[in-house]
């Protein structure tokens, strides 16, 4: 028989009969979306669990944030990382901001912040960081830079769902942090996303802006329609309940890599960092082809082979598509660290529900492929 392919991930769905629950009270109340009940609970449910101060809900990721952007009013240029999902780029690209990309660090593979300030310009007006897989950037140094040169942050959180430094939700520091809960991730919504931001007058503006810009009947900003709706929000409220066991197996799976693939010669893991409460959204492994003896390509289409699909996140790096090549901060050498790590890259399959036996056979096929 053919083996069931296993994919980089597969989202969490609670018991259909507790969803149905939700969808029974969504039926009798008519009431779909616009500020509805479960939104209303599910963001004073995520600023309980996330341990911030106000969150404003979207339908979304990508939409959190061309909003952000706009609630902050950026123009001009933003300091970037190449080493992320397109949309961190786009949304810049959608309010007319040019891009300008810095090179990343190769421990964290988030932006360098030892890189940034040679990188601004009179037209500099914020840095769009990426706490990619989760973790954290360097939250000081980059706060140092930006309170120097007058610059906001917006930190592109979207894989950093329930991660804590110190005890503190990451999601606190910078300007505003926008969460993705694409069905890919630790936490979804089907499709959703959330902006975090730090005082109630800014949490309004955001709530207008992705309400075409309403307020109390009028319309006070050139808004749009980023809103969540009622059976994304219960998705959440269902999510919410299971997150802990979900987050606790998907460190059980990491662990499990960590210690079979860390002693390979050739493989590089990124270890938990200390006072870091992860929620392990991805795991990457860097494959070195001259000491491992074969390329992250050739392992990719071997574990292929054997129905095991991981993905090369984030492989092409963003300033290397067709739409970025072309600007000056994209120049081909300009990057060397994130342009390695792009070819070296392969993200594992990680889910909740993906069975030790899997990981084992995952291990055993990418060390039998060691030269
Ligand atoms: N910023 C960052 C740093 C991001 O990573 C993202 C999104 C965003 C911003 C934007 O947030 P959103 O607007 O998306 O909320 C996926 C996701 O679509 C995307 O959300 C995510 N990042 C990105 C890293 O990955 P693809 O093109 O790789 O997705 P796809 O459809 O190939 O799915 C990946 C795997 O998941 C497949 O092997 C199948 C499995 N899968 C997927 C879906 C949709 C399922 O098992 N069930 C499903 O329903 O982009």
């Known amino acids: 028989m053919k083996n069931k392919p296993i994919l980089v991930t597969q989202p ?13 009270e969504i039926w009798d109340s008519k009431w ?30 990508t939409l959190a944030l ?10 001009g240029e933003v300091i970037t990382t190449p080493f992320s999902f397109v949309a961190t780029t786009h949304a810049l690209w959608w309010n007319n901001i040019k891009p300008v990309f810095v090179d990343i660090e190769s421990k964290t593979m988030n932006l360098d912040p030892e890189k940034i300030e040679a990188a601004i310009t009179p037209k500099t007006t914020a840095i769009m960081p990426v706490h990619v897989y989760g973790n954290p950037c360097n939250i000081d140094a980059i706060q140092k830079i930006a309170k120097t040169y007058g610059l906001k942050v917006i930190y592109d959180a979207a894989h950093a769902f329930g991660v804590k430094k110190n005890n503190i939700s990451i999601l606190n520091y910078g300007d505003l942090s926008i969460l993705s809960f694409h069905a890919t991730k630790v936490f979804h919504t089907f499709e959703g996303g959330a902006i975090v931001c730090h005082d109630e007058l800014t949490k309004n503006r955001i709530d207008n802006l992705k309400n075409f810009g309403f307020e109390n009947g009028e319309v006070v900003s050139p808004g749009i329609n980023a809103k969540m709706n009622e059976l994304q929000a219960a998705m959440g409220l269902l999510q919410l309940k299971y ?59 071997e574990l292929a082979a054997h129905q095991i699909h991981g993905r090369k996140y984030f492989y092409p790096l963003i300033s290397q598509f067709p739409t970025y090549k072309g600007l000056d ?27 030790f036996e899997i990981i084992q056979k995952i291990c055993k096929i990418i060390k039998e492929n060691k030269q």
């Open 12 to 24: 969490f769905l609670p018991p259909l009969e507790e969803f149905q629950e939700y969808l029974k």
């Open 329 to 355: 901060s994209a120049r081909p050498g300009l990057m060397p660290i994130a342009e390695k790590i792009a070819e070296e890259v392969l993200c594992l399959p990680i889910f909740p529900d993906i069975g």
């Open 243 to 301: 997150i802990d066991t979900a987050i606790l197996k998907r460190k059980e799976i990491a662990e499990t890599y960590i210690r079979e693939l860390k002693n390979i010669n050739g493989i590089s893991v990124i270890d938990d960092i200390a006072d870091v409460r992860h929620s392990y959204s991805y795991f990457p492994i860097l494959i070195d082809k001259e000491e491992f003896g074969k390329t992250r390509d050739e392992v990719f289409n």
């Open 66 to 75: 061309i909003t952000a952007l706009q609630e902050l009013k950026i123009t």
């Open 32 to 61: 779909l979306t616009n500020n509805g009940k479960f939104h209303q609970e599910l963001e004073k449910a995520l600023c309980e669990y996330l341990g911030v101060k106000y969150i404003s809900l979207f339908s979304n990721g």
